[in-house]
Nanobody, 119 residues
């Protein structure tokens, strides 16, 4: 199994910054990619950013130029640096990992961390 533990959420004023962290642990052989999703009240969960083990990144149009995702392969940790936060960024942010453990592909989710941006 693969466990994901997130941290770094909180309350911030519009224009501020937060940095989310997600550490993967367990019987991990390799990680293909890690992603951050978010879900606001009454809305569907959406992909925010993704990073592959090779360093390729992908962002939602709404966060391009403001958010940056990085992954430290050595300790299976992914970060989401969020700058220029807007009230519409308010949501629960979830970490997701596509990994290989015990010879099989595993899709794992963290418990979520709340990000609240006040206007």
């Amino acid at each position: 199994q693969v466990q994901l533990v997130e941290s770094g959420g909180g309350l911030v004023q519009a224009g501020g910054s937060l940095r989310l962290s997600c550490a993967a642990s367990g019987s991990i052989f390799s990680i293909n990619d890690m992603r951050w999703y978010r879900q606001a009240p009454g809305k569907q969960r959406e992909l925010v950013a993704a990073v592959s083990s090779g360093g390729f990144t992908n962002y939602a149009d709404s966060v391009k130029g403001r958010f940056a995702i990085t992954m430290i392969n050595a300790n299976n940790t992914v970060f989401l640096q969020m700058n220029g936060l807007k009230p519409e960024d308010t949501a629960v942010y979830y970490c997701n990992a596509d990994a290989v453990a015990w010879g099989r592909r595993v899709d794992s989710w963290g418990q979520g961390t709340q990000v609240t941006v006040s206007s």
